[in-house]
Nanobody
Framework: QVQLVESGGGLVQPGGSLRLSCGASGIMISRHTMGWYRQAPGKQRELVARITGGGTTNTADSVKGRFTISRDNAKNTVYLQMNSLKPEDTAVYYC?????????WGQGTQVTVSS
């Protein structure tokens, strides 16, 4: 059974930082494209960043220079380092694993940026 478990969300002030983690079981993240998506209230889910099995990364323009995706294959965990957070980054953040047509999702973790 495949499980993706996100953690690290919470409430942070504008300008602050958080690091999200996504621990995977049942799959090897090194064989999947791993991604972070987010969904704000009333909006569609959008890609934040992803990293391929070969290590190539893509980051959305809205977070470029502030967010960094990385992975630790030994821990089977993907991270999203989020710096200089803004109120518009408030959303539920989801971990995603994709290989071909097979896609897995985590349950999401809430990130709220507010003073």
């Amino acid at each position: 059974q495949v499980q993706l478990v996100e953690s690290g969300g919470g409430l942070v002030q504008p300008g602050g930082s958080l690091r999200l983690s996504c621990g995977a079981s049942g799959i090897m993240i090194s064989r999947h494209t791993m991604g972070w998506y987010r969904q704000a209230p009333g909006k569609q889910r959008e890609l934040v960043a992803r990293i391929t099995g070969g290590g190539t990364t893509n980051t959305a323009d809205s977070v470029k220079g502030r967010f960094t995706i990385s992975r630790d294959n030994a821990k089977n965990t993907v991270y999203l380092q989020m710096n200089s957070l803004k109120p518009e980054d408030t959303a539920v953040y989801y971990c995603n694993a994709a290989r071909g047509s097979i896609v897995y999702w985590g349950q999401g973790t809430q990130v709220t940026v507010s003073s």
